[in-house]
């Protein structure tokens, strides 16, 4: 006879510890993981505390498989989960390459000459995307522009991405919503882990990620990461490197501390980065096509990133209640960047401080549960842009001191009804006091049908230099004029879903999830690139609005075989005046919709899995060029392919794989290239893939004890 004799959460699963009486020594521990991002510091003391009595047993590990892409019925906030195995579908490796199986996410370049890239959510850049890993805010400023390709995905757990209004735990920067990166943890991952990495076109990654036991109390891992792709592409013929040369190296080293007596855990952490890149043009390019060098000036591009950051998080469980905690996260960042865009440059030093105060417990009963805190953000930049042709050496300093106050309550009914509202008031050394409300509400209407809500107000400092360097990469003057009186941004999103769990045949479900979210600027940061096609322009405007509606499948269609299908509208609206007129039209190079369908399927025990995926990309306005009364012009619809086969061991994946397997390509994506010291000459109006089908191939190794 079999019973259950404990039951307990950690690091996003659910660990179920069966006894055999028949064996009275013997323990088994089955997972399910349903991947729910913890929301306070008790809560991940307790996963802590749980994965050090997970490893005192002597047990056999069972785990429950979930689909790579899958929607959350508990958490309140609509949130989309891509576990590990979602990650391993494609190559991805960064995070700007992890969302090619999402609909929800798009990543796209901004301009055709450096590689960067940026998120879009809910029809907004990824500005308004709040990035935070394990629940510290990452990835902003000057690191935001790069900053997707800093982060390797095989040192990921998890990601977590959720739309709209969310907590205010974590600030009031999150406007259309929230990403939250789960590091792999240092007690709860393989001791030695590599991954290699290689493609047709000579870009070779190395990723690793180690962990050690001290002693009982102390862990350490070790995350690294290199790449080099020093090839010369120019498959368009336009003499500009189809993607930039790059070499970067990245390291994190982590520690984890639990004292299970004494409830007290604590995680700390310093990362390093180092990257070099050079794009534009090449000598190379023009001798292979046959132009001769003399008296040819080239358009070159030397960008360089360094990045050193430091953080810590503690969390002591105090009083005599269940689940009550004081955590306390301290992060400080310094970036440093040098660029050059032809003959602009942007160089730039940003160091920034969070700390951030909270107490979690509950009234009565855990029904009623909620967190208090006291937070305080500190930003310093120093920047300068300099045009020789057109703009003088310009600095653009700004320092930002943010003290907070906040309050989250969380009300669960025992009629399938949960509710979170919360409050923060944080006083702006610069624009004041700001004032952030926000509420999430989930109910479940039958055991098959949940419906979500949610409404907040989000505000944001723009860095309108560091956030449009892809505009740097063509001959436009840049309007300086008022950019230190530029006011900050402010925003309500509203939105909603409904999330249907449907019996199919014999064991199988279906999910349906229904969406839909609406986001209002009070006040927006323009960047108006159609009043002048010679010129950039910074300013505010109120009205701007992103409406987003979203169709998602999921339905295991049989043993092995699980289906994904999405489909999402935009209706982006920005608002352009010029002093004397106002102009409410389409926000340029944003696609009006996107379908996706992921097929993957895996033999028993996943020895090989097979990943297929479709996505169709709808048009996009292109930016007027002769003014507000330019004729509407889009961009083609367009497919994009890809596939890969995996074959799984118990020590080592061998994985191969194709990216963008028709080779569709946009079209001259650098307008005026021939003369790129010319006023006609621009790089920024990308809408599809630069670069035609890569074939990669790799490896991932598993050394030491597996959990």
């Not at 690191?143 to 995905?153: D, K, M, Q, R």
């Not at 990216?659 to 003369?675: C, D, K, M, S, V």
């Amino acid at each position: 006879m079999v019973k259950v004799v404990e039951l307990f959460y950690t690091g996003g699963c659910f660990r179920f510890i069966f006894r055999q009486k028949a064996i009275p020594f013997m323990m088994v521990v089955a997972s399910l993981c349903l991947g729910i991002q913890p929301l306070t510091a008790q809560s991940e003391t307790e996963q802590l505390t749980d994965s050090v009595r997970e490893r005192q047993l002597q047990e056999t590990v069972i785990v429950h498989h979930r689909p790579g892409t899958f929607f959350s019925t508990l958490n309140p906030l609509k949130t989309e989960t891509i576990t590990q195995t979602g990650l391993k579908k494609m190559a991805c490796c960064n995070l700007s390459e992890s969302f090619e199986n999402s609909a929800s996410a798009t990543v796209g370049f901004t301009d055709a000459v450096t590689g960067a890239k940026q998120i879009q959510l809910l029809g907004l850049s990824g500005i308004y995307t709040q990035i935070l890993t394990e629940n510290i805010p990452a990835l902003r400023g000057l690191a935001a522009t790069y900053g997707l390709s800093y982060i390797p995905a095989s040192w990921l757990e998890a990601i977590q991405l959720s739309k709209g209004a969310s907590s205010v735990i974590n600030g009031y920067e999150s406007i259309a919503g929230q990403m939250n990166l789960e590091w792999k943890k240092p007690n709860n991952s393989e001791p030695l882990f590599i991954n290699l990495y290689a493609d047709n076109d000579r870009h070779y990654e190395a990723n690793l990620t180690s962990a050690l036991q001290l002693t009982p109390q102390l862990w350490t891992g070790l995350l690294l990461s290199g790449m080099t792709g020093t090839e010369i592409h120019d498959e368009n013929r336009d003499n500009f490197l189809d993607m930039p040369q790059v070499e970067y190296v990245n390291a994190y080293n982590r520690w984890f501390y639990l004292d299970d007596e004494k409830g007290v855990q604590s995680r700390t952490g310093i990362r390093f980065l180092y990257e070099d890149r050079k794009a534009g043009q090449d000598s190379l390019c023009h001798i292979k096509h046959g132009i001769p060098l003399e008296d040819v000036i080239l358009w070159e591009s030397f960008i360089t990133n360094k990045n050193v950051t430091i953080d810590n998080k503690t969390g002591i469980a105090v009083g005599d209640k269940e689940g009550q905690s004081i955590g306390v996260i301290n992060s400080y960042t310094h970036h440093e960047q040098r660029s050059s865009f032809g003959l602009k440059t942007f160089n730039g030093i940003q160091d920034s401080y969070y700390l951030n105060l909270l107490f979690t417990s509950f009234v009565n009963n855990t029904n009623h549960r909620y967190t208090v805190g006291a937070s305080l953000v500190y930003d310093s930049y120093d920047t300068e842009f300099s045009d020789p042709t057109q703009t003088p050496l310009t600095p653009v300093n700004r320092r930002e001191i943010v003290p907070g106050i906040y309050g989250e309550y969380t009300w669960t009914s025992p009629f399938n009804l949960m509710v979170v509202a919360g409050l923060r008031t944080d006083y702006n050394s610069r624009y004041g006091w700001l004032i952030t409300p926000r509420v999430n509400v989930k109910y479940g209407v039958k055991e098959w049908i949940t419906v979500r809500a949610s409404a907040g107000r989000g505000f944001r400092s723009s860095n309108v230099l560091a956030e449009n360097t892809g505009l740097m990469a063509s001959s436009r003057r840049f309007d300086l004029s008022g950019i230190n009186d530029l006011a900050m941004e402010e925003a309500w999103n509203f939105g909603g879903n409904i999330l249907f769990t449907v019996p199919v045949w014999e064991s199988h479900q279906a999910s349906v999830s229904l969406e839909y979210f609406h986001t209002h600027f009070r006040n927006q940061t323009v960047v108006d690139t159609e009043r002048d096609r010679y010129s950039v322009y910074f300013y505010n405007r109120n009205g701007g609005n992103a409406n987003v509606w979203q169709a998602d499948l999921s339905v295991a269609l049989f043993r092995g075989l699980d289906l994904f299908a999405a489909f999402r509208y935009n209706n982006n609206r920005v608002i352009y005046s010029d002093g004397r007129r106002t102009i409410a039209t389409d926000k340029p190079l944003f696609s009006t919709y996107r379908g996706l369908i992921n097929l993957s399927y895996a033999t028993r025990l996943r020895r090989w899995v097979f990943d297929a995926t479709a996505q169709f990309n709808g048009p996009a306005r292109l930016p007027g060029l002769n003014g507000y009364d330019s004729e509407k012009i889009y961009s083609p619809a367009f497919p994009v392919y890809f596939a890969q086969i995996t074959r799984n061991s118990k020590r080592f994946d061998i994985y191969l794989g194709a990216e963008n397997i028709a080779g569709y390509t946009q079209q001259e994506p650098i307008r005026g290239w021939a003369l790129p010291f010319n006023r006609e000459f621009d790089a920024s109006m990308v809408w599809g893939p630069l670069s035609g089908i890569r074939i990669y191939a790799g490896l991932r190794l598993r050394i030491g004890k597996l959990y």
